[in-house]
């Protein structure tokens, strides 16, 4: 199981940092991705840490912006987003791909939290 937390309201430039802790298998087995749903969109993959360490991205807007961490000790993996901009607003989900690499296809990934709402607004 994963579980997604940290979403709120935030103003434009400010940061949130996203959680998504794992049970039932460790997080540094297993390629990790965020997706992330805007209303009226289709969900879009953001970014991924293969169980290597290495990270992958999935969304040009986000480079330089957001960083994927992983805590093995607390089997949890990370979205810290900074700079953060009203085109960033949507519901914000982990999912693995219950394998080592992180894989662009989101229909790939087998297990999913239940996503956190993240809103960027003045």
């Known amino acids: 199981q994963l579980q997604a937390s940290g979403g709120g309201l935030v103003q434009p430039g400010g940061s949130l940092r996203l959680s998504c802790a794992a049970s039932?298998?460790?997080?540094?087995?297993?390629?990790i991705g965020w997706f992330r749903q805007a209303p009226g969109k289709e969900r879009e993959g953001v970014l991924c840490i293969h169980s290597s360490g290495g990270v992958s991205y999935y969304a040009d807007s986000v480079k330089g912006r957001f960083i994927i961490s992983r805590d093995n000790a607390k089997n949890t993996v990370y979205l810290q987003m900074n700079s953060l901009k009203p085109g960033d607003t949507a519901v914000y989900y982990c999912?693995?791909?219950?394998?080592?690499?992180?894989?662009?296809?989101?229909?790939?990934?087998?297990?999913w939290g239940q996503g956190t709402q993240v809103t960027v607004s003045s």
């Open positions: 039932g298998f460790t997080v540094d087995d297993n390629a």
């Open positions: 999912a693995t791909t219950s394998g080592p690499f992180c894989i662009s296809q989101r229909d790939l990934y087998d297990v």
